[in-house]
Nanobody, 120 residues
Framework: QVQLVESGGGLVQSGGSLRLSCVAT????????WGWYRQVPGKQRELVAR???????GYGDFVEGRFTISRDNAKNTAYLQMNSLKPEDTAVYYC??????????????WGQGTQVTVSS
């Protein structure tokens, strides 16, 4: 059974930094794409950042150069470095991955979410 386990959330002051991690465990052939999303109550989940297999990355417009997504293929892990955090970044952050469980079968997985709270 494949699972995504996030860590690194917490409470930080405005202007501070946090680093989120997401590790994929279980029977994994390889991880194709990683993504980080966030959601606040009453709003739709939105894309924060996404990185594909070759390392190319894309970000939501609100990131404005403050966040960096990266991946460690050997560890089946993705990271989200968040700098210059703002109170409006407060949300539950979810890890997402497209994982090959064998050479021919890919499935999408979600983590359980980690709370990020930025105080003003």
């Amino acid at each position: 059974q494949v699972q995504l386990v996030e860590s690194g959330g917490g409470l930080v002051q405005s202007g501070g930094s946090l680093r989120l991690s997401c590790v994929a465990t279980g029977r994994i052939f390889s991880v194709n794409n990683w993504g980080w999303y966030r959601q606040v109550p009453g709003k739709q989940r939105e894309l924060v950042a996404r990185i594909i297999r070759d390392g190319s990355a894309g970000y939501g417009d609100f990131v404005e150069g403050r966040f960096t997504i990266s991946r460690d293929n050997a560890k089946n892990t993705a990271y989200l470095q968040m700098n210059s955090l703002k109170p409006e970044d407060t949300a539950v952050y979810y890890c997402n991955a497209d994982i090959l469980v064998s050479a021919n079968y890919e499935f999408e997985y979600w983590g359980q979410g980690t709370q990020v709270t930025v105080s003003s």
